[in-house]
């Protein structure tokens, strides 16, 4: 076999040996053998240098050392330019080969605890890739690590299907979705980096057909694209599924208190209750929900309940004091102001504590949403001036939606963040005055 595979070579080279060779002067026949095999030293010294050895380099890197001592044969220095081309590609090959099951080792290791992905279950598959590295069967470490990485991919695969069916729920529920959406693709382009040839045959198997139809597609639309992508964005996928389910579920909550703030405003109205400030808060609050600014809508609720909920109870009081006679008051009068003073001071203590939680708990959404926000930007720049796959004019739009929700939420995250600066700050003025009086009983 390699015989025959020699004598092709040959024959192949002959019209060159014949046109070029033949015409080349001893001299030049040296020079063209000693770049030949510098080339061919520089492939071999990257590999070992590397620590890839290779069975398959080393015999054409043993004939080639041949074929340099005999380069003035024309044929010999015909088929050192033939060992360079394959001993290139093989070298390419196995370094190829070694970085994709680097990359694959990090992916495992960093998500190693992570729940969604449990990559800890491929330790023993990694122990058997690393054994047959060292014996140097670059091809089969290589298809081991390859189902690693499948797995993976159809992992966060099942994932951005789940997110597609929340969304497509939220669709049919007249709720607007265009972050949803925005979230979704930036999805699909952090995993335009996915193996094909490994999930394909996976995808096949799938017993469900409309998620079958959805990964093939996938699939397709991957191939089909040109993309600077060499692995999945495992990061970024988890981070965006995630942001769809706590969207998704925010957006359900919302709207079921704005329908019991809408029932209450209804509800005190018919009992002479002022609900004017409640009802323009209200207002701003469905102008938020419907521009799917989460997070104002939420403030605004809560602002809208506590109003309305302090307009009840001032309601409750004044019918409380109405209903007592003056001789009751004035006999009782200790005992209902200490207890009226004892009630709003809770009240106001429960209301400032679940106040700074809300608060706290709006700036870690915001932080997420800002982070999320920052995420989109960068994938439109990629698929605008390196992929070019985003028209101008649809960049220019996601851009100027993107920079005016972004300047929201920073703005917001300032606010709040000074919000709870100064509350924390009330909070340890008032420590300083309740040692200072303690300070001053103690003198006297």
Not at 167 to 173: G, H, I, M, N, Y
Request: charge should be positive; include cysteine.
């Amino acid at each position: 076999m390699k015989k025959s595979r020699r004598l092709i070579i040959i024959l192949i080279c002959m019209s060159l040996a014949y046109s070029v060779q033949a015409q080349l002067t001893l001299s030049e026949k040296e020079t063209r053998a000693n770049q030949l095999m510098d080339e061919i030293n520089d492939y071999v010294n990257e590999v070992n240098d590397k620590g890839y050895p290779d069975d398959t380099i080393n015999r054409l890197y043993k004939q080639a050392q041949e074929d340099y001592k005999n380069f003035k044969d024309e044929f010999s220095l015909a088929e050192l330019g033939e060992l360079s081309v394959q001993i290139k590609k093989r070298k390419d090959n196995i370094l190829e080969i070694n970085r994709f099951i680097e990359q694959v080792n990090k992916n495992v290791e960093k998500y190693a605890n992570n729940k969604r992905l449990n990559t800890s279950q491929y330790e023993t598959t990694r122990i058997e890739i690393s054994r047959l590295l060292l014996k140097r069967e670059y091809t089969l470490a290589y298809s081991l690590a390859l189902t690693i990485e499948t797995d993976m991919e159809l992992t966060v695969l099942d994932y951005i299907f789940e997110s597609e069916v929340e969304v497509d729920k939220l669709k049919s529920s007249n709720f607007s979705t265009i972050y949803f959406e925005d979230l979704l693709l930036s999805m699909k382009n952090a995993f335009s980096g996915a193996k094909t040839e490994g999930i394909s045959l996976k995808i096949k198997g799938q017993e469900d057909s409309f998620k079958k139809d959805y990964a093939q597609g996938l699939v397709k639309n991957i191939e089909n694209k040109k993309n600077n992508l060499k692995f999945v964005d495992y990061s970024l996928i988890l981070q965006n599924t995630e942001e769809v389910i706590f969207k998704k579920e925010q957006v359900y909550s919302i709207k079921s208190r704005m329908d019991k703030l809408k029932s209450k405003i209804d509800e005190y109205s018919a009992q002479d209750i002022d609900t004017s400030k409640t009802s323009a808060i209200f207002e701003e609050a469905i102008v938020a929900f419907n521009e799917e600014n989460l997070d104002k809508a939420d403030v605004l609720l809560i602002e809208g309940e506590n109003g309305l909920d302090a307009e009840k109870a001032k309601l409750n009081i004044t019918q409380l004091i109405a209903r007592e006679s003056v001789g009751l008051l004035k006999k009782h009068w200790k005992s209902i102001t200490i207890g009226l003073a004892t009630v709003f001071l809770l009240s106001y203590i429960i209301y400032k504590k679940e106040k700074v939680n809300r608060l706290k708990r709006r700036l870690q959404r915001l932080k997420i949403e800002k982070d999320a926000i920052i995420d989109l930007i960068k994938e439109s720049q990629k698929e605008r001036f390196i992929k070019k796959t985003l028209a101008e004019s649809h960049y220019r739009i996601k851009m100027e939606k993107y920079d005016e929700r972004l300047n929201e939420v920073k703005k917001d995250i300032k606010t709040i963040e000074t919000v709870l600066i100064n509350l924390a700050r009330g909070k340890d003025k008032q420590k300083d005055e309740d040692k200072n009086d303690k300070n001053k009983r103690k003198v006297n």
